[in-house]
């Protein structure tokens, strides 16, 4: 019973519509989907009227096409030329535009377009059978997000009715700050005069520097924040641990609200307490000579004594290699005790051999620094040093070894000594070595620079990459 009912009242729907018919999508992105996703619909009998409306937002085009009440239609299209915020409701290049068109015989509201065909689009009046009445109110204006809206008549839409807006603290009013609804006694339509306004964000302007976050096994303490003139100075809280780069203990946010110098970061103090593995390549091939050869093993041996070994601090090897590496020569330090010694067995690295085969020889570093790995206690955070002191161009080939170090964790440093008739030496390779440009020390002197001078620069840098590490850890 129910099923035929309703189709008795389908049947009677459309004996007394006319029968108009329009184009129908719905929030179409452009007129090209708006044809594609939509289809032609026969209206209701109170909808006398086919609608476009267009509108344009932070996101883009909507294409909406549908029939609708012709009184609505037509009070929407008046609504084109309300003065709003830019400076007309209906501003089709602007943003927060919306235009609306109305036309009311078959198929009038254009499939493929955006306007409305026929002459009767700008006036449209009402069918017979819906006497034109006195609008009683007008729409009510939609709520103010971020922002309130008072309305001086109960109930709002009442004509003469004067709504003020406001923005929260914080936001500010984009348009018109009061809208009245009036009765246009021409059109026979009640609108309010202005488009309700927008509360936007107030972009706030900094007055700060930026924040300096946390110092690793260390503290900042700041006079004013990050606020401008503020000092902040810098400590090391953890036992062992020091600031690097040395004396940087404090900074100043400026006016143009920038720190005067980086956050420092807290190392162990090195190298007295710094914990590595240190693993050093002497090139030992027939350029160098037996004078150099002396220099070089006194550099090397002044280098590492200021650091301390053990397994809680450096375990370290030492080998030269030429077109071999020198295996019965090389030096372990993995004790304290390893030191008392350590001058004896440089004395007794001898000085033979030709060629500079350095990707051999960084094969038998990698050996080393995984041997002492597995040495060194685990509590600690161990970073592995490797340093090849060269005065040639490798024989062989670095690119697949130097790799392996390097994703390894490996911090490779090079000191690249160019003598005056010296061999020459690879720039590319070198960097395929080191990786970090600042790694590669030059001395274009010969083996005279290798003076106590270098030795703290290369120290500092060694130092250094404890500091890099524990920067790039925080990134
Ligand atoms: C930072 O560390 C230092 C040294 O240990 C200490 O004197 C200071 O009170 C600490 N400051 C803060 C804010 O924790
Ligand atoms: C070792 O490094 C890891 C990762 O950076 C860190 O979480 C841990 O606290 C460190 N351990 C010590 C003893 O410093
Ligand atoms: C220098 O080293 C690069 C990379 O290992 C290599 O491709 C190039 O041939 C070398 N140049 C010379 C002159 O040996």
């Not at 409306?53 to 008046?78: I, M, P, Y």
């Not at 609200?257 to 390549?281: F, H, Y």
């Not at 690249?416 to 790694?439: C, M, S, V, Y």
């Amino acid at each position: 019973m129910k099923a035929w009912a309703f189709l008795i009242t389908a049947g009677f729907l459309v004996v007394v519509s006319d029968g108009l018919v329009c184009w129908t999508c719905e929030n179409a992105r452009s007129k090209q989907e708006c044809k594609r996703q939509g289809r032609w619909v026969t209206c209701r009998d109170n909808e006398g009227a086919c609608q476009n409306e267009v509108r344009r937002d932070s996101a883009g085009l909507r294409v909406t096409k549908r029939c609708k009440q012709a009184q609505a239609c037509e009070n929407n299209f008046l609504q084109n030329t309300r003065p709003a915020w830019s400076p007309t409701q209906c501003n089709p290049k602007e943003m927060n535009s919306v235009c609306r068109c109305c036309c009311n015989f078959n198929r009038c509201n254009n499939k493929n377009g955006l306007s409305c065909r026929g002459r009767k689009k700008k006036k449209l009046h009402p069918r017979k059978h819906s006497p034109r009445r006195r609008p009683k109110r007008c729409h009510k204006l939609p709520h103010l997000r971020f922002g309130t809206k008072i309305c001086s008549k109960v109930p709002e839409g009442k004509i003469g009715s004067v709504c003020k807006f406001s923005c929260l603290a914080g936001y500010e009013l984009i348009g018109h700050s009061v809208s009245k609804c009036v009765y246009n006694a021409k059109t026979h339509t009640a609108y309010f005069v202005n488009e309700p306004p927008r509360c936007r964000k107030v972009f706030e302007v900094n007055t700060e520097c930026p924040d300096q976050g946390s110092i690793q096994y260390g503290n900042i303490s700041c006079t004013a924040g990050n606020t401008k003139l503020s000092t902040c100075s810098f400590h090391c809280v953890e036992e062992g641990y020091e600031l690097f780069p040395p004396g940087l203990n404090h900074n100043v946010c400026y006016d143009d609200l920038t720190w005067s110098t980086p956050v420092p970061c807290c190392i162990r103090q090195c190298p007295a307490r710094a914990v590595m593995n240190m693993v050093i390549m002497m090139d030992s091939s027939s350029s160098i000579g037996e004078k150099n050869w002396n220099i070089m093993k006194d550099f090397v041996y002044d280098l590492i004594n200021d650091f301390t070994f053990g397994r809680d601090a450096v375990l370290g090897s030492i080998f030269r290699f030429n077109s071999e590496v020198d295996t019965t020569s090389q030096i372990f330090i993995t004790s304290p005790e390893d030191k008392i010694n350590l001058r004896g067995s440089f004395d007794k690295i001898p000085y033979n051999g030709r060629g500079t085969m350095t990707a051999q020889a960084l094969q038998h570093a990698k050996k080393q620094i995984d041997k002492l790995e597995e040495m060194h206690d685990e509590s600690v955070n161990v970073s592995n040093v490797l340093l090849v002191i060269t005065d040639g161009k490798s024989q062989d080939d670095v690119k697949a070894i130097t790799k392996q170090l390097h994703s390894q964790g490996v911090a490779s440093f090079a000191v690249a000594i160019k003598a005056p008739h010296g061999a020459p030496l690879n720039e590319t390779q070198l960097l395929e070595i080191t990786r970090n440009p600042q790694h590669l020390l030059h001395l274009n002197d010969g083996f005279d620079g290798l003076d106590e001078e270098f030795s703290l620069a290369l120290r500092e840098a060694i130092c250094a990459e404890k500091c890099t590490t524990i920067f790039r850890e925080n990134i």
